[in-house]
């Protein structure tokens, strides 16, 4: 086995073992120790391969988002109306981020830099890769989307951008899963907590989405 090969292999065992501990434990509680402990090898090492703790994230989510674009497209069936399909890959997500916690808190974590503190801890071949894999799971949405445009079903202008703004919401209303608890004023003024029902969660979040395809929330500012 020649050197690169020998890296490329050593890679893809750190990036294994950090999805398995991300798995397991959370994103949160999976430390940098952890992850060379369960390859057996020194911390030192896995900055040999990877930039930093960003950089393995944002690979780490990528095999995520490559699984993801798998069970998507599993649940799409071309020939249905565009806002089945809609409702039908809402729901796939949800699944998905349901049985994988670790994947909303990964994406989350690397939402919550800007493009520019990105670009300045993930390496250029690293943010290729992850471009790759947002572009494999949002690729469906952004083809139902564009589906329906044409057949007079929607009205969204920029499919890719409402297929952004739908990941990051899903993202977001997985938190609310996660939680399940809405706030709500009380007539003393004190605040007041109810339970969250996962399923109207989940059909709100169908709603919205149809809704927001088909034009019923204004687009744009200009629009509103």
């Known amino acids: 086995m020649s050197a690169s090969e020998r890296r490329a292999a050593r890679t893809r065992e750190i990036l294994a073992a950090t999805r398995a501990l991300f798995d397991a434990r959370g994103v949160r509680d999976a430390q940098i120790e952890d992850i060379a402990r369960a390859v057996g090898i020194n911390r030192a090492i896995i900055y040999r391969h990877f930039n930093g703790k960003e950089e393995l994230f944002a690979l780490t989510l990528v095999g995520y988002l490559e699984e993801l674009a798998e069970e998507l497209r599993s649940h799409d069936s071309p020939e249905a109306a565009p806002e089945r399909r809609l409702e039908a890959i809402t729901e796939a997500f949800f699944d998905f981020g349901e049985r994988y916690p670790a994947f909303v808190d990964c994406a989350q974590t690397l939402l919550r830099r800007s493009g520019d503190e990105l670009m300045e801890e993930v390496s250029a071949d690293a943010m290729v890769a992850l471009g790759r894999g947002m572009n494999a799971a949002l690729g469906r949405l952004v083809a139902i989307l564009q589906a329906g445009r044409e057949s007079g079903a929607f009205t969204v202008q920029d499919p890719v951008l409402l297929a952004n703004i739908f990941?990051?919401?899903?993202?977001?209303?997985?938190?609310?899963?996660?939680l399940q608890l809405a706030v709500h004023g009380h007539e003393s003024g004190m605040p007041m907590v109810d339970t969250v029902s996962r399923d109207e969660v989940r059909r709100y979040a169908r709603l919205l989405s149809v809704s927001m395809a088909r034009g019923d929330l204004p687009a744009s500012p200009a629009e509103s």
């Open 167 to 178: 990941y990051a919401q899903a993202l977001g209303l997985l938190n609310l899963l996660t």
